[in-house]
């Protein structure tokens, strides 16, 4: 029996992290917090992304873009992140999240635990020439009222803990820098244990 390896996978994630990344629809965002979970899934993490789109397909089907619309969709999604995170799982978000108050909200929500704010940064004109979704367009004729960045204001951040400019960085460049942030900031806090432990049984 000796050719027989079990392994005792350990969690490598002693406290979960919500990262919330931010930004304009265009932006990256989902494409960065699929990669993020990539990463995750690579390293053992127990891990969820929340993605405001399906969110407002679901639990935020009810809200619209108004600007009180728009701060209950964080609220909302902010106080489930916290949830999930208070289980033990850690959470990539990722929302344009386009007012400041509802930033600062999400920070003093996450006081003590490991949160990382993601500027994921982009031109408008870059945004809007990507526009996978084809918002802006529907918006330029009408078709959707209150775009952020057309019509409805984002609001710069003050200090996020990470800034990405997907404009000019290439993709993968972007993921690393993400995932280099999270990897310095674990050795700083010793936040992961070490990965795989292996024993042989003869």
């Known amino acids: 029996m000796s050719d027989i390896k079990i392994y005792s996978i350990n969690p490598v994630i002693k406290t979960p992290f919500l990262l919330w990344l931010f930004g304009l629809s265009g932006s990256g965002k989902t494409t960065l917090a699929n990669a993020v979970a990539a990463w995750s899934d690579s390293m053992n993490i127990q891990h969820c992304v929340l993605d405001g789109d399906n969110i407002r397909k679901g639990m935020n089907k009810d809200l619209g873009l108004s600007p009180e619309d728009r701060r209950e969709n964080i609220r909302r999604s902010a106080d489930l992140a916290k949830l999930l995170s208070d289980s033990g799982i850690s959470v990539i978000a990722a ?108």
């Open 95 to 202: 929302f344009i999240t386009p007012y400041q108050e509802s930033r600062r909200y999400i920070r003093e929500l996450m006081r003590g635990k490991n949160y990382y704010e993601c500027y994921v940064k982009c031109p408008l004109e870059v945004c809007e020439r990507r526009d996978p979704k084809g918002l802006y367009r529907n918006a330029r004729i009408g078709k959707i009222h209150n775009m952020t960045g057309l019509s409805a204001p984002f609001e710069e951040p003050e200090s996020p803990d990470l800034i990405v400019e997907t404009s000019v960085l290439t993709f993968e460049q972007s993921v690393n820098k993400v995932i280099q942030f999270l990897e310095s900031d674990s050795d700083r806090k010793q936040l992961f244990y070490d990965r795989t432990h292996d024993t042989d049984y003869n």
